[in-house]
């Protein structure tokens, strides 16, 4: 049998634009945008997350900001809440951070520990998993609240990065992977 989110990757695919160098030579950046403004693609993919998660989640958890937009629409559709984790500064009070390294230093994500119960069963989802920084520290922040990780939703992996070694022992799911 073939995974439900395996068989959206030609759908998906089919309606990302690739930009090479961008946003600096030698990068290839993956555009989602043509995959939002297909409202019959964006709906399918919506739906299939939704047929796959329906029944193992309490919230979905959206990263800023491209994960708000598969988040919102996910949660609606499971008749669930949605989870914000957001850049350092976003939320008010009171919050709670995890500090995560970058490149060249480091970078901060919040939550709201109140929007979370203890051992609410929490999907995680973004629109690419790279190094797994933001998505480790969302990791950290919804257990941190009380929350149990169930698992994570990328739509693009990109596997040279490795992020996937920083969040073994949870489920890691990616429509792509490049």
Known sequence: ??????????????????????????VLFRDITPLL??????GALVDALAEHYDGRVDAVAGLESRGFILAAPLALHLGVGM?????????????????YALEYGTA????????????????????????GGTARASVDL?????????????????????????LEGYDVESVLAY
Not at 37 to 42: E, L, M, S, V
Not at 108 to 131: F, Y
Not at 155 to 165: F, I, V, Y
């Open 37 to 42: 403004a297909n409202g019959p693609a964006f």
């Open 1 to 26: 049998m073939t995974h439900p989110l395996t068989e959206l990757a030609e759908l998906v695919q089919a309606n990302i634009r690739e930009i090479p160098d961008y946003p600096s030579p030698g």
């Open 108 to 131: 901060r994500m919040e939550l709201r520990p109140d929007t979370i119960h203890d051992g609410q069963r929490i999907l995680i989802i973004d629109d690419v998993l790279a190094t």
């Open 83 to 99: 989870i914000t984790v957001r850049k350092a500064g976003k939320l008010p009070g009171p919050v709670i951070g995890v500090d």
């Open 142 to 166: 919804v257990e941190r609240a009380g929350g149990k990780v169930m698992g994570l939703a990328m739509l693009m992996e990109l596997l040279d990065l490795g992020g996937r070694s920083r």
